[in-house]
């Protein structure tokens, strides 16, 4: 990393080093102290004009808040120019790591790249100055372009009904749960029906969300093959069951090749079956899980549909239902008022505008959950999800898994000599690696591996998930690499691997070009100090 | 690796010791704890409280992940080791004595004979 501190320059105050208060570094690379040591008392990057007379007087007149509300001084915030702000910001922007500076298999979270023309197509003033309080008649393009994006999920997933409301993946299965919780009431079941089961192959969010609804989870072991245990399932299965949430492809990388008898057999015991859609990116083109029988799933747009994911989100996590579900989708929802859905959808393909259409919408939902989101979702991630959609086209959104599939196999072919593989099967998107050999031969951990990485200017794969496997290494190349990234990615490994038996130290050591080394993650999560102390007030209790 | 021969362990890798004709203590054991990695949180169960023998009682979060606590035994929760909540970290550096977790009256002294001695315990963590 060319950014980095060189090794051994690190600064036992904590505080960064070389400096006090100004950016430091040696040369071109950086060393950026935090914001608050750069606080001089009075500095400003903007003063604001005194109010005018006018603006007293109006102001005069208007409720003030009541004095509980109000503070008694005003926050001490960091007090710098605006060059140095900017300075600040863009300074930390080059210390980041993110996909368009370096590879980045982050298993589990699909890093895949985020194309350019989805930004243009957000930031076209139609969309982008559109207001969610503009009535229907003039957000006319804003609600087609969402009732076309749900048009297309439809389409891609195999679903009846579509809501882009949730704002999040784990958003989106919170709202799924609310809806099945509301079908099984409706059908006076609500108080019979309390668990749900969750194989131990899910997402972490699966017992999350089905706990947040008040229901009791039941783990469902997976079989050594990594698949569902369909005995497990069956003696599981019964009239307190209300839903399965399943994640497949799974977190170990795994398509569940017995889809079609877990669905049956839930679908069996009356209960809901959920599908975890945020391996989606695996099976596009290939799968659609409302076809095999799924009632629910939700889609995460930052991952599968490449807006942007992780600091530069927001996240959305519409969620497809199956027809029994719909009547409890959130309001509103986006709806053709006027019009034949099959001429606007041909238009909108061909480019073309539908005269007469109308859209709408529609608030008159009586068993709706409700809102699950202010307006109607976060709009602008919409924008650049049906735009990525529309320009890869449905061929296009086929080969995007297929090279996803086919760029995680390369990498389980040419690194399982170098690294243990639990579940040596045909991966789809990720693939999860074991470093227990070179734990128990060299004492380097997986958590060492993953600095050693750093040191070659990659982001480290997903670490010690799925819990099922042992010192588990996660990786999720995504289909954007090229082979020669994916063969550097493959030395890399390969490199440390040889080196775990001839140096273990060295790989113990890293990372030594990163602009710090190891952090202290156990005393930062026991004695957290979020509060940071101005240098004067240091100072002046030192004094 | 070698364990206490007064505990019992169970699958979960947690251990019990019986203290007397109805009370006994629980932890999770050192295997445990080095898997997990170092412990930042504990969230202990309720004075009070019922356990069921194999049900979630609490909650670990280590650096790695965060795990659930399995009850070795059932019982009614009669201290919980208060310890533990500034200071994780015994559960690392003493798991079989300064980081014991609760003290529970027993309600089913037979269930023991469902848990594991120290040598079945060291075969199945081998």
């Known amino acids: 990393m060319s950014v980095a501190e ?12 070389a400096f006090s208060g100004a950016t430091g570094g040696s040369g071109l690379t950086i060393v950026e102290p935090l914001i608050f040591d750069a606080s001089r008392r009075e500095r400003r990057a903007v003063r604001f004009p005194k109010p005018s007379e006018a603006a007293r007087a109006a102001a005069a007149g208007q409720p003030e808040l009541p004095a509980s509300a109000r503070r008694r001084g005003a ?55 559109s207001h969610p309080l503009d009535p229907a008649q003039l957000s006319q393009g804003s609600l087609e372009l969402m ?65 947040m609804v008040g229901y009791e989870t ?3 072991r997976s079989n050594e093959r990594g698949g569902i245990d369909l005995g497990a399932l069956r003696g599981a299965l019964g009239p307190d069951v209300a839903a399965l949430m399943i994640t497949n492809p799974s977190t170990l990388g795994i398509f569940e090749d017995q889809i079609d008898q877990v669905v049956a057999a839930v679908q069996e015991a009356g209960a809901i079956a959920y599908m975890d859609g945020a391996n989606l990116n695996a099976i596009l083109g290939r799968f659609r899980p409302g076809e095999a029988g799924f009632d629910v799933m939700h889609f995460n747009l930052h991952k599968t549909f490449s807006t942007p994911h992780g600091g530069g989100g927001p996240g959305a996590g519409p969620i497809g239902v199956s027809a029994r579900l719909e009547p409890y989708l959130p309001a509103p929802m986006p709806v053709l008022a006027e019009g034949d859905p099959a001429e606007v959808l041909a238009n909108a393909w061909a480019l073309r505008s539908t005269p007469g259409a109308r859209f709408e919408l529609d608030d008159d939902r009586p068993k709706s959950i409700g809102k699950v989101r202010s307006c109607y979702g976060n709009f602008g991630m919409f924008v650049r999800a049906y735009t990525y959609i529309r320009s890869n086209g449905s061929q296009g959104l086929r080969t995007i898994s297929e090279d996803a599939v086919l760029a995680a196999n390369y990498l ?28 128990r031969e060299h004492g380097v951990t997986t958590l060492d591996i993953a600095k050693a990485i750093l040191d070659h200017g990659i982001h480290p794969p997903t670490i010690y998930f799925p819990l099922i496997v042992e010192e588990a ?57 979020l509060r940071h102390t101005f240098r004067d007030e240091t100072e002046a209790s030192m004094a | 690796m070698a364990y206490p021969d007064d505990l019992r362990y169970s699958k979960e890798h947690e251990w019990v010791r019986v203290e007397d004709d109805d009370t006994a203590t629980i932890g999770i054991t050192s295997f445990a704890a080095d898997e997990l990695g170092d412990i930042v949180f504990i969230e202990l169960p309720e004075v009070g409280s019922t356990l069921s023998q194999f049900g979630t009682f609490g909650v670990v979060e280590s650096v790695k992940a965060v795990s659930d606590l399995y009850a070795p035994i059932s019982g009614e929760v ?49």
Request: proline share 7%; glycine share 6%; with cysteine.
């Open chain 1, 147 to 211: 009732w076309l994006l749900a048009e297309l999920l439809k389409d891609i997933s195999g679903f009846d009904a579509v809501s882009l409301q949730p704002a999040a993946g784990a958003h989106g299965e919170l709202t799924g749960m609310l809806m099945t919780r509301a079908y099984h009431r409706d059908r006076g079941e609500g108080e019979q029906r309390t668990k749900v089961l969750v194989p131990d192959s899910a997402h972490g969010t699966n017992p999350a969300t089905a706990t």
């Open chain 1, 412 to 439: 389980r072919v040419r690194l399982h000599d170098a690294y243990d593989l639990p579940y040596d099967r045909l991966s789809k998107h990720e693939v999860v690696f074991s470093g227990r050999r070179q734990k």
């Open chain 1, 473 to 529: 290494l996660m990786v999720e190349p995504t289909e954007t690499e090229s082979l020669e990234t994916l063969d550097r990615f493959v030395d890399v490994m390969h490199g440390i691997a040889e080196q775990a038996k001839t140096d273990p130290d060295a790989i113990r050591r890293a990372p030594t070009t990163t602009p710090v080394g190891r952090l202290d993650e156990a005393a930062a999560a026991r004695r957290p100090d």
């Open chain 2, 78 to 126: 009669l201290e919980v080791n208060e310890a533990l909540r500034d200071t994780p970290e015994l559960l690392n550096s003493d798991a079989f004595a300064e980081g014991w977790i609760a003290k529970v009256r027993l309600s089913d002294a037979a269930e023991m004979d469902a848990l594991m001695d120290a040598d079945a315990y060291a075969a199945e963590t081998a």
């Open chain 1, 6 to 17: 060189p090794p051994g320059r690190s600064d036992p105050s904590g505080r960064g080093s």
């Open chain 1, 218 to 220: 039941v783990t469902i």
């Open chain 1, 75 to 129: 926050p001490r915030l960091p007090e710098v120019s605006e060059l140095e702000m900017l300075r600040h910001f863009n300074r930390l922007a080059h210390l980041n790591h993110a996909i368009d500076i370096g590879f980045y298999p982050l298993g589990s979270c699909t890093m895949k790249y985020n194309p350019k023309v989805n930004e243009w197509a957000a930031r076209l003033p139609g969309l982008a100055e």
